[in-house]
C-alpha cells in the first residue's frame, strides 16, 4: 500500500510535528523520525536512539536543516498530508495551509512573482524570509521583490511537489544559524533519499476558464514527473525528472484614465474599451492585455551520498532548471474596419490617446539555471560533530527578448530588445559544529559556525541585430547595464541549555559582516561606478521554554535580525514597461521580533496559541511612484507589527478518520515613523492583512479514499505605503479573499492511485497586483513502485 494512504499517516505526521515544535521534548515515541537531525541519522543509518529531553525516541527519516533545538513555533506539512490534502502542482502548494502563510502564485509554474508572505511581511518582501531545499538556498537574495524584467522570487522550480518528504517552516529570526533575512520564516524542503530501491510516475492536468473584463477563455496547464532511486551498500542516489506546460491567465493590462485623454475628434475611433475605476477610485479604461504567460519548464535533479564510514557521510545534489516562456497581449481595441488596434492616436468618447508602439507588449524569456549543493558531514553523536557544505547557483543562461515596433508586425518580429543576466547567481560556503560537553549530562548543546555568501548581479540590455525575436545583439547599441556584488561573511554560536528538568533555554549571537562593491550603471552615452561599502552588526537571540505540564508547553523567543540590502536595491536599475529606480545609499533594515507561545497536546490534536510582536526600523520598501509605472526603493523609518495567531490539527476528531487542520491570525501592522512619506504614518504595511484564516477537514473511510474540502481568507490589504489605493478590487489592488478547495484521492492499488482536485471552487475573483488564478480543476494519476 502507498504509505501515504496509511489509516495512521495522519497520527504520525502529527507526532513529528509535535515533536518538531516541541524544542523542549514531550514524551513521545515517534515512528517518524523527524527529529533525525538532533540524532544527526538517517533511516538506513543507526537503530533505535532515545533522547534526554523527555522521552523522544528517534528511528531515523530524512533530517531537517532547521535547528531542533530551538523552542520557538515550527509547522510542517508531510509527504502524506500533500498528498492527501493539497492540489499541489508546484511546490510551493505544499505552504497553502500553514498558519500565516501566502505565495503569491499567480498561475502553474509562475517562475517570477511567487513571492512568499509571512506574518510581518508582505508578498513584495521576498528578501524577509528564507527558502532552502535539504539545506541549499533557493531564495534570491540578488534582490527583492519584482523589477521590471527581473524576478528575486524563490527557485521554486528546483524542487518539485513529487520528490517532497517533508516541508518544515520555522517563524521569526530565532536561530543564530541564520541570515537576517530570516526575519519572516525560514523553510526547508526536505526531499527524497531512498532507502530501498524506488520508482515513481506521474502526470496531471489542470484546466482554468476564466472571464476577466473582455477576456473568457480556458487555460490549461499539464505535468509529468519520473523518479528513480535506490539504496546499494554506502551509496545511495536519486534521479527526478519533471516538466511542466502551462498557459496562464492575463496578467496585466494596458490602462489609460478617463482623463488623460484630449477632448476632441483626433484619433481612429476604437470600440472594445472597458470602463471602472482604479485602486484610487480615478475613472479608467481597461483597452487590454498586456501580459499572458504561456510556459514550458523543465527540471531534473540527481542527489547522490555515499558514507566514507558509519558516522561521516558526503552528499552532492545536482540540480538543472530551464524554462522557455512567451508572454503575449491582447487589444480589447477595435477599429472601424473591425480589426484589433495596438497602436497609435485612438479616440474613446470624444477623448484622444496616444499608445506607444509597446503599450501592448511581447516578451520571450530563455533561462537555464543550475544548483549544486555538496556537504560532508559527520554524525557521531558523541562529544563533537562537524559539517563543512557548499553550494552554487548559476544564471546559465537567462534572457529575455522584446520588440520596440508594435503589434501586428512585432508578432512577426522588427526591431527589439535583449536583456541578458548570464553570469549572475550566488554561492555559499559554511562551516558548523555541535559541541555537547561530557559530564554535564546533557545539559548544554552548544552549535556554532562560520560562512561566506556572495551574490553577483549582471543586467545587460541591448538592442539586437534584425528581428527581435531571434537577432544576435548589436554591441555599439546598448540600452542599459547595471550590477554589482555583496557579500556577507558571518560567525554564529548559539547554546541550548537544560538548567532544569522542566526548563530549557537558547542563547545565541550572530555577527556578520556585509559589503557590497562593483556597483555600476551604465547607458549608451555615460557609466556611474558607485562607491565601495561595508558594515558590521551583531544579533542576539534567546529562547525559553517550560513544560508545565506532560502535555502543555509554554516558550517564549526574541531575536534580533540585519537584513542587508540586495544588489538589485543599491544597483539594479531597469527602464521598460515597469522601471525601477535603485539607490546606492540605501541602510540595511533592523528587526526585533519577539513571541510567546502556549502548545498542548489534546490526545488527538495539538492546539497553539501565540502572541508575536515585531518592530523594524530603516525597513526596506519598494513602491510605485504616484502617478507613474515607476518604482522606487526605500528606507521607511519604523514599522511596527503586534499580532496573535491560533493554530489547531487534529486526527480521528469526533470520529475515525476524519482528521480537522485551521489557524486564524489577526495582525496589527503599521508604518509609525516615515519622514519620507509623512502620509504613510499610522498607515497600514502594504500586503499585510489584519486578518487571515485557513482551515481544512479531510476524511478516509477507508484506506483507500480521502476527501478533503479547504478553505482559505485573507481581509482587507493595502498596496501603498500611504495606503492611498482606495479601491483594492481593480488591476495594481490587494483585495480581499476567500477561496474553498476540494481535493479527492483514490488509492487504486498497491501501485496506482489518482486524484481529483478543484482550486477556488467558490470561483472568487480577487487581486494582488495582479488577478489569481479563478476556478481551477486539476487531476492527476500517480504510479508507484
Known amino acids: 500500500m502507498n504509505p501515504s494512504l496509511h489509516p495512521r499517516a495522519a497520527e504520525r505526521a502529527r507526532l513529528s510535528r509535535l515533536a518538531l515544535r516541541a524544542g523542549l521534548s514531550l514524551p513521545l515515541a515517534l515512528p517518524l ?10 533511516a538506513a543509518d543507526t537503530p533505535e536512539r532515545v533522547k534526554s529531553l523527555g522521552v523522544v525516541t528517534v528511528t531515523g527519516g530524512q533530517p531537517t536543516s532547521l535547528p531542533t533545538q530551538i523552542p520557538t513555533t515550527i509547522e510542517g506539512v508531510t509527504r502524506e498530508e500533500i498528498a492527501t490534502r493539497i492540489n499541489a502542482t508546484d511546490s ?8 500565516s502563510l501566502l505565495v503569491r502564485k499567480r498561475y502553474i509554474g509562475d517562475y517570477n512573482h511567487a513571492i512568499l508572505s509571512t506574518r510581518a511581511s508582505g508578498t513584495g518582501n521576498s528578501a524577509r524570509s528564507a527558502v532552502y531545499a535539504d539545506g541549499i538556498l533557493l531564495s534570491n537574495y540578488l534582490g527583492n521583490g519584482i523589477a521590471n524584467g527581473t524576478n528575486f522570487a524563490p527557485r521554486w522550480g528546483l524542487v518539485s511537489p513529487e520528490e517532497i518528504e517533508r516541508v518544515d517552516v520555522m517563524y521569526g529570526p530565532f536561530s543564530a544559524a541564520y541570515p537576517g533575512n530570516s526575519a519572516g520564516a525560514v523553510v526547508d524542503y526536505v526531499t527524497r533519499m531512498p532507502t530501498k530501491l524506488e520508482a515513481h510516475v506521474s502526470a496531471g492536468y489542470s484546466s482554468q476558464p476564466n472571464q476577466l473584463y473582455n477576456t473568457s477563455k480556458t487555460f490549461n496547464g499539464w505535468q509529468t514527473s519520473a523518479s528513480l532511486g535506490s539504496r546499494a551498500g554506502d551509496w545511495s542516489w536519486w534521479i527526478h525528472l519533471n516538466r511542466t506546460r502551462s498557459e496562464g491567465q492575463p496578467l496585466t493590462f494596458t490602462t489609460a484614465t478617463v482623463a488623460s485623454g484630449t477632448p476632441g475628434r483626433a484619433g481612429t475611433p476604437v470600440t472594445g474599451w472597458v470602463g ?38 558526503a552528499s552532492y545534489t545536482l540540480g538543472w532548471w530551464q524554462n522557455s516562456s512567451e508572454g503575449r497581449p491582447a487589444s480589447y481595441l477595435t477599429g472601424p474596419n473591425g480589426l484589433p488596434v495596438y497602436s497609435g492616436t485612438v479616440n474613446i468618447q470624444g477623448r484622444s490617446y496616444t499608445l506607444a508602439p509597446t503599450a501592448f507588449p511581447l516578451t520571450n524569456d530563455d533561462q537555464t539555471h543550475l544548483m549544486h549543493g555538496l556537504s560532508l558531514k559527520s554524525r557521531t553523536e558523541g562529544v563533537f560533530d562537524w559539517e563543512l557544505a557548499a553550494s552554487l547557483y548559476d544564471y546559465r543562461k537567462d534572457r529575455q527578448r522584446a520588440p520596440t515596433v508594435a503589434l501586428p508586425l512585432a508578432a512577426y518580429g522588427g526591431a527589439g530588445t535583449l536583456q541578458d543576466q548570464d553570469g549572475t547567481g550566488w554561492n555559499t560556503l559554511a562551516a558548523k559544529g555541535t559541541w555537547r560537553p561530557q559530564g554535564l549530562q546533557g545539559a548544554h548543546i552548544v552549535d556554532f559556525g562560520i560562512g561566506r555568501d556572495a551574490y553577483k548581479l549582471s543586467i545587460a540590455k541591448n538592442n539586437v541585430v534584425g528581428s527581435w525575436i531571434d537577432g544576435p545583439i548589436n554591441p555599439l547599441s546598448l540600452v542599459s547595464h547595471v550590477g554589482g556584488r555583496t557579500q556577507t561573511v558571518s560567525a554564529w554560536a548559539q547554546d541550548a541549555w537544560r538548567f532544569a528538568p522542566r526548563w530549557k533555554a537558547v542563547l545565541g549571537l550572530r555577527w556578520e559582516d556585509w559589503q557590497a562593491e562593483d556597483g555600476m550603471s551604465a547607458s549608451a552615452t555615460s557609466t556611474l561606478r558607485y562607491a565601495r561599502r561595508s558594515e558590521s552588526h551583531l544579533s542576539p537571540k534567546a529562547a525559553l521554554a517550560f513544560q508545565a505540564a506532560e502535555d502543555t508547553v509554554i516558550k517564549a523567543s526574541v531575536g534580533r535580525a540585519v537584513r542587508f540590502p540586495t544588489v538589485g536595491e543599491l544597483y539594479g536599475a531597469t527602464s521598460g514597461t515597469l522601471s525601477f529606480v535603485n539607490d546606492p545609499t540605501l541602510k540595511p533594515e533592523k528587526s526585533w521580533t519577539g513571541e510567546l507561545s502556549a502548545e498542548k497536546d489534546l490526545g488527538n490534536g495539538l492546539l497553539r496559541a501565540t502572541l508575536f510582536h515585531e518592530t523594524t526600523r530603516d525597513a526596506l520598501f519598494s513602491q510605485l511612484v504616484p502617478g507613474t509605472t515607476t518604482s522606487r526603493v526605500q528606507n521607511v523609518d519604523k514599522v511596527r507589527t503586534t499580532g496573535v495567531e491560533l493554530a489547531y490539527t487534529g486526527t480521528d476528531v469526533f470520529m475515525r478518520g476524519l482528521d480537522l487542520g485551521g489557524s486564524l491570525t489577526f495582525a496589527d501592522s503599521r508604518t509609525v515613523a516615515n519622514a519620507a512619506n509623512p502620509a504613510s504614518v499610522g498607515k497600514w504595511q502594504p500586503r499585510v492583512p489584519r486578518w487571515r484564516s485557513t482551515v481544512y477537514a479531510t476524511y478516509r473511510p477507508t484506506d483507500r479514499w480521502s476527501f478533503t474540502v479547504a478553505a482559505r481568507y485573507s481581509g482587507r490589504q493595502y498596496a501603498n505605503l500611504d495606503n492611498s489605493d482606495v479601491n483594492a478590487d481593480a488591476y495594481f489592488g490587494a483585495s480581499r479573499y476567500f477561496t474553498v478547495d476540494t481535493r479527492v484521492r483514490w488509492q487504486i492499488d498497491r501501485h496506482f492511485s489518482a486524484a481529483f482536485g478543484i482550486d477556488n471552487l467558490n470561483n472568487a475573483q480577487y487581486w494582488n497586483f495582479h488577478p489569481y488564478p479563478q476556478r481551477t480543476y486539476t487531476a492527476s494519476l500517480q504510479w508507484d513502485l
Open 33 to 42: 523520525g523527524t527529529l533525525a537531525q538532533q540524532a544527526g541519522t538517517t
Open 92 to 99: 510551493e502548494d505544499a505552504l497553502k495551509y500553514l498558519p
Open 276 to 313: 471602472g475605476l482604479n485602486t484610487t477610485n480615478t475613472p479608467w479604461y481597461i483597452l487590454g492585455t498586456g501580459t499572458a504567460y504561456q510556459t514550458v519548464q523543465d527540471q531534473a535533479k540527481l542527489k547522490l551520498a555515499y558514507d566514507i564510514t558509519p558516522t561521516l557521510r
